[in-house]
Structures are given as C-alpha cells and as structure tokens.
C-alpha cells in the first residue's frame, strides 16, 4: 500500500498523485527477507540505518501483519527505541518472520 507523503491518504496502485491533495507521488519497490527470531532485532536495525526505507512490515510464520510502520528518515534514539522493542517482542512469539521493506525509489536525473 502507498500512502501520500504530503496528505496520507492511500493512494492507488500505480498512480503518479494523489486523487486527494495531487501531491506527487514517489515510485516505490518492495522487498521481502525471511529471518529467524535471532536475527529479526539486527536485521531490522540494518534495515533502518540503510536510510532509503519508507515502510517496514513484519509478518508472521503464516503471513499476518504482527507489525506495519512507517520509517522516517529522522528516526532515531527514542523514537527507534518503541519500534526495536516491538520487534523484540515479536521475536520472541514468532520462530521465523518475513520483513517486508518498502523503499522509495529515486528518480533518474
């Protein structure tokens, strides 16, 4: 799912604005890592660093959504302290979890 940067309204499948506010809107892709419970914090902490995420989801064994957040570029130190303790939590009841990671794709000059 996209959402709009500038009004959060979610956009459809494919459009370039917002049926909204007609803000732009960014290209996304998505990619998705299968990880134990061990490496779910470390992974996710990567994942965040990197800089280019937008959206993090993480799924459980049998693909229900146990977390779906957006990331902002700002994040860090007590924001990202709830997020890594939630993921911790979810390490903790889930064996094996798929991260889904939405990233925003940039334009070509």
Do not use: Q, W
């Not at 799912?1 to 494919?14: D, F, H, Q, S, V």
């Not at 993480?58 to 709830?82: F, I, Y």
């Amino acid at each position: 799912m996209l959402y709009c940067p500038k009004c959060g309204t979610e956009a459809a499948k494919g459009a370039a604005y917002c049926h909204s506010c007609g803000a732009h809107l960014p290209r996304v892709t998505l990619e998705e890592f299968t990880v134990s419970s061990d490496d779910l914090v470390e992974k996710v902490k990567g994942l965040i660093h990197e800089g280019n995420v937008t959206r993090l989801m993480v799924r459980g064994e049998k693909g229900e959504t146990l977390l779906d957040m957006p990331v902002s570029v700002g994040l860090v130190g007590v924001l990202l302290a709830p997020l890594l303790a939630a993921v911790g939590v979810i390490a903790a009841i889930a064996a094996r979890c798929t991260i889904v990671v939405e990233r925003e794709e940039k334009a070509s000059p």
